[in-house]
């Protein structure tokens, strides 16, 4: 036999396996992707398998354009890739968000690249090559090919862009439109199906710079920005659950008065810490898993109403260290750096299994 002959018997069993493996996994997390998890480093797979068994149907991860193309020349998935590889085994919906600008384009990562012509043809590359690798027909599925193909279909573009922390010099909605015009047009190019979320956006900090979600969201429609979303990202972090519901509703509120009826709202980040003190967004175990419980169920009730589509708690895990400007931040997982669960775990396992 020849090794042509071969290689494309070889292709074909292959094939059979990977349908049979595929079906296997997806049947694994069934039900509608409405809960979900942020990753802030790749999991285990153990800990993929207790998302599925705890009713996780949706991973986001960040696919930072530093990490990626850190030189210019040529592109490293190699983190990337380990996020993909354990959400297709394990039949969860990837959310990627594109993020970051590396050094040689710009000074500050979180300044956009907008300012010339080179920074937005870099971006355009970085976003087609992003689509190149995990969406239909992605050289990933064709380099991994015992791997379940599940391609990319929804890219998130940047991330809390309403805020001076993640927006250089500072927020700007006409700039953010410029930004998913740019995005939408590439991805679109590559795959017409494919869905564009807004960032998420918080209530934010108006006294040191930031715009409102909802304002922001107002803005953005008036730069002509419509044409270039499908989904509206929210991160309605808030000491209280009524100024988490707060913000959902003002959000649909300016999706609805600005004539883009039928775009829904996911939650793609929320939670609380459960540590003690260091401010009103800590609540400890007991009392973030009770803060779990209300938005989760908030969001549940608000599927049809408010349509929210999406809930995702951030992170899956602590990461056992408390940023400067975020004393909440590293008690904020589902489980405990060592892989122990939280009460908040349980509450999560409760309500999505349901």
Known sequence: MLPVARL??????????????????????????????????????????????GGVRTVRFVIDWRQVQPRGAGYRW??????????????????????????????????PPLFSARARKAWRSFVHAAVARFGPGGSFWAQNPTIPY?????????????????????????????????????????DPSAQIILGGMFEG???????????FLARLYKAGAAPYFDVVGAHPYSPKISGYEFQIRRLE?????????GTPIWIDEIGWGSGHGGGPLNKGPEGQARMLRRAFGFAAQSRRRLDVQRILWYPWRDSGHTPVK????????????????????????RLALR
């Open 150 to 190: 599940d391609p990319v279909h929804s890219w998130q573009i940047w991330n809390e862009q309403n805020s001076p922390d993640f927006w250089a010099p500072g927020p700007s909605p006409s700039q953010y439109a410029q930004l998913l015009k740019i995005s939408a047009g590439t991805i679109r190019a590559t």
């Open 253 to 261: 509120a300016a999706i609805r008065r600005h004539g883009h009826r």
């Open 78 to 111: 190699r983190l990337a890739d380990r996020y993909m590889r354990g959400a297709a085994r394990h039949g969860l919906e990837a959310l990627p968000l594109l993020f970051a600008t590396p050094g040689w384009v710009a000074r500050n990562y979180i300044r």
């Open 326 to 349: 975020c004393a909440f931040c590293g008690r904020t997982g589902l489980r405990r750096p060592d892989g122990s669960p939280k009460p908040s775990w349980h509450a999560f396992r």
């Open 205 to 215: 900090n108006v006294s040191y710079g930031a715009i409102l979600s909802w304002r």
């Open 8 to 53: 494309a018997l070889g292709a074909l069993a292959a094939a059979v396996v990977i349908a049979a493996n595929g079906a296997a996994v997806r049947s694994a997390a069934q039900g509608p992707p409405f809960y979900g998890v942020g990753l802030s480093e790749p999991a285990s797979s153990g800990d993929y398998a207790r998302m599925v068994s």
